[in-house]
Structure formats: structure tokens, C-alpha cells
């Protein structure tokens, strides 16, 4: 379905390749990760698949067409066998649900019928049936994206590449947009999905190919995001710190060192107001803690209750690990105590992560392979992104 023979990406003016003699090979019908640091070339990837730019060197093959003997003139063609999901979502801001969805049909030139049949079969499968007369900006985030996805599935696409499509998400929301894309991937859609979400990589358990400097470094076919020193945890932004992993390691190993700071502050702050007299030591506390031993004493951390409880010593790490996983895993809201019935050993895996286990969810039949259209060169013309 895809196929990359010593493919070798190197931009205009940059000193080392964004992809470098990468061999890859996707076939029909599965559902792969692309993971890796940022910069390490994952949307460069999908870029080329996409045939948005051309490789430096080598050959790639999409749905049995080798993407150099392409002429500009026939890339729309070559596109409608594909469907595309950003991070930003990229609908457009001045037309309804079912016009972003329709426009995919317009611009290839469905028919009326065809189209008013086919826009909401597809918004029921992503869940919006009822929004259909709604204006981006009037949808949360995770129905935004779900518009997004509809327009990119309502042609039934061979294959669909989603870069980031949970980037702008919160985890509950993210996990209904992994539930679609799974639910697509069912239907019997290649799909191929750039994500720094390591959760649901660690949960789904498909294939996971990581990029490093534009270097396949790893190629599982069930893996895991993995805990390889060069996919970082966060990254700097203007803003502050953007947290790019959310695997109940990385919480735990991102929170310890805060945990031992408020600790160290916490009975610093204490031993100051038992020497000012401010207050008196509690029985058995020495009025003092000694030197080197500030840490030890017991302190009450300003973190949310699960979290606390990922935090709290002497619980061994794998123990503490499992309640945030889980609830991380099924996208609560972290500052919810967990309910009681999650005494259940070992990972639960929300069912419809669980393997044969038939998704609910239908494709919308409306048409077979060689209607599998997509769009004009000229659509991301006037996208626009998160509304919100
Ligand atoms: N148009 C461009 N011109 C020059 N360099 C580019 C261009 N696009 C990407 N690069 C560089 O190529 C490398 C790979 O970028 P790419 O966007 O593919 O990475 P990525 O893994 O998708 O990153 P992120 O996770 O941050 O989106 C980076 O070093 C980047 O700076």
C-alpha cells in the first residue's frame, strides 16, 4: 500500500536530511504510528506519502503508484484515494458541518443526491448527527475534529494520514478521536498516524515505526511509544513547557523531582517555625530536622489526589503506576477520584481498544473503490485552524 525504498528527504538549505535511506512498508489495511522526537521527520513522512514534496532520492510507491512518474496535473487524482487529519483541524471557518463535508464531494463533482446521502452517513459515524447546520466555531475541539475526520473519510479513502490528529485534544476527547480512527481502520482504511500520544500508542499495541535525525530506528509490529532517551517528554514554548508524552512513567518520573522540591521546602518552611516558636513540634518530630534529612519528614504536596497517590513513597513504582495509567488510559478527568470498582488486576483496556472485539461503529456505503475521491489541489486554500 505504501512503500519507501531508500528514501532520502533533504530540504533546501538545511545541512542534514529530514529523512535519511528510510525503506518502509505499510501494507492494505493496517493501522501504524509514527513516533519520534520532534524534528525527527514524521510529517515529513506523511508529506511525501502525500506527495506534497518529493524525495531528495529514492522511490515511493502509494496504492500501487510509483509517486515520480506523477505528472502536478494528475496529483488531485492520485489524492482522492487518500484522506488527510491535522493537529489544527483545518475546516472551513465560514461553512456549516455538512458544507465542510460536502465540499470534499463538491470540488470532485458528486452529485446533489449523492452528496446529501452520503455527508450524513458520514457525520453519524463520527458522532454528529444533529450538528450538520453548525458553524466550526460552535463545536468543541474533539467535534472540530471529528468534522475534519468525516471530510476526510466521506470519499472512503484507501488509506488515511493523520499528523497529530489528538495534538489539540484533552485526553477524554482524544481517546473518542482514537475510538474513530480505529473504528476506519476496522472498515479495512490503511491508517498512518504521526503522534507524540504515547498512552494510546502503549494501549492499541499496533505497529509503531520511530524516526530518530530521519533515521527508522525502530519497526514493531505490536509495540509501545517506548521509553528511548530520544523521545523527549516535553518541549519549550513561548508559553512554556508543552508536555508531548503522557505515559504514567513519564507523569511519574516528570513529577518526582517536584515532589522532592516541595518535600525539601515543605520541612524547611516547618523547621523554620518550630525555631521562630511559632509553632510546636509535633510529637516525635525533632524540633530540627537534621542535616541531609529535610525529605524525610511527612508533607502534604499540593498535587491532585491521583497524582498524590503516584507520588507517595514507599509504594513500589509499578503499583502506583497502574491507578493514573488506567485512568489515564480511559481519559478521566485526572482531578476525579477514581471509582471503587477499579480493583480489577492488571490494565484495563477500554473495549473498544480491546483486540476482535467488533467496532460498533459503520462506514457510511457510499461507493466503492473508484469512488474513492478526493480533493482538488486548491482545498487547503482558506482553511482555517482550531476555532477555539
Ligand atoms: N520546509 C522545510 N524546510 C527546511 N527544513 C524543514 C522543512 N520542513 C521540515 N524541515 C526540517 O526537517 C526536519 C524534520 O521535520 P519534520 O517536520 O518532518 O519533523 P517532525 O518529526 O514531524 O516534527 P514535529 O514532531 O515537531 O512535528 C526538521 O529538522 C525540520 O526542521
Redesign the pocket.
Known sequence: MILFENVT?K????Q?P??DSVDLKIDRGEFVFIV??????????L?LILREDRPTSGQIHVAGQDLSKISSRKVPYFRRGLGTVFQDFRLLANKTVFDNVAFTLQVIGKSRGFIQEAVPDTLEMVGLTGKAKRFPHELSGGEQQRVAIARAIVNKPAILLA??PTGNLDPATSLGIMQLLKAINASGTTVVM?T?EATFVDIMQQRVVE?SQ?VVVRDDVEGGYGHTASIPIAELTDTGARVLRTSEEVVRQALAPDVERIRQQDAAAAAAAIADGAVSPAPGVPAAAPQGAVGSAPVEIPLPEPLLSAAAEPVPAEDVAEPLATRLDSGDDLSVPPPPDEAVPGKRIPSFLEPDVESTVQVAETGGFAERLGLSEDDDQGNVGPTR
Do not use: N, P, W
Not at 11 to 14: C, L, S
Not at 37 to 43: C, E, I, N, R, V
Open positions: 528527504k530540504y533546501r538549505g538545511t542534514k529530514a529523512l519520534g522526537a520532534s524534528g525527527s521527520g514524521k510529517s515529513s513522512c508529506r499528523d497529530e504521526a507524540h524516526l530521519g
